[in-house]
């Protein structure tokens, strides 16, 4: 069962580096925990590198934070015991604001010169 959003999007920002990754794997479709591992520490979903127990802490506050849920795919029965997730849709807009919130941050960084190629 879902827990409500905790707050105000707002309140949220500016998420942390891995609260954002996990948000934007999981924007993709539900994953789960050694999946989502797996896929963060890939470039384009911010690199970071960690060991599955300390995702779960993470997921865990996320789930009290009403940003992520715990669900279990179709035909997943028995088998294999994995911990499933998603986003909740009060997730999916707080990674929208943040989105925001960061391009926001880039531009900037592009008007100062201070991106690659932007160097004067």
Do not use: C
């Not at 949220?12 to 794997?25: A, E, M, Q």
């Not at 911010?46 to 934070?65: F, H, K, Q």
């Not at 179709?74 to 997730?91: A, L, Q, V």
């Amino acid at each position: 069962m879902p827990r409500a959003a905790r707050g105000m999007p707002g309140e949220h920002l500016p998420l942390k580096p891995l609260d954002f990754s996990v948000l934007l794997v999981l924007s993709e479709g539900q994953q789960y925990g050694y999946g989502l591992v797996k896929r963060i520490a890939r470039r384009e979903a911010g690199g970071i590198r960690l060991a599955p127990s300390n995702l779960y802490y993470v997921l865990d506050r996320m789930i009290d934070a009403g940003l992520v849920e715990e669900t279990r795919p179709g035909g997943e029965e028995g088998g294999m015991r994995r911990r499933w997730f998603r986003i909740t849709s009060f997730g999916r807009t707080v990674l929208k604001a943040e989105a925001r919130r960061l391009a926001t941050v880039v531009r900037t960084a592009e008007r100062m010169r201070l991106t690659p190629g932007g160097e004067a």
